[in-house]
């Protein structure tokens, strides 16, 4: 799928990374370009399909965020 937004490659990079280890990092990374991305669209007074594809993006950070750190039973009641 070709990038129509500069944010996407970062969001790439975490959805297609298998490193345990360096995801959240690259988490972190996506959405410090999207929180940037939507400065910039809010101070233009922009909105539109890119902030539809802004809040999908999150929304799948998110996702996958809570699927790479699964709670452990005894943590869950915390």
């Known amino acids: 799928m ?3 937004y500069e ?3 970062y ?3 975490a959805v ?3 490193d ?3 995801l959240p990092q690259l988490i972190a990374t996506a959405e410090a370009a999207i929180e940037g991305r939507m400065a910039e669209l ?3 007074g ?3 399909k890119e902030r539809q594809a802004i809040d999908a993006a999150l929304a ?3 996702l996958l965020r809570e699927r790479s750190n699964p709670k452990k039973p005894d943590q869950e009641s915390a």
């Open 46 to 48: 922009e909105d539109g």
């Open 60 to 62: 799948g950070l998110n």
């Open 42 to 44: 809010h101070a233009t």
């Open 7 to 9: 944010w996407q490659r």
């Open 2 to 4: 070709p990038r129509a």
């Open 16 to 18: 297609f990374e298998t």
């Open 20 to 22: 345990q280890v360096r």
């Open 11 to 13: 969001y790439d990079a």
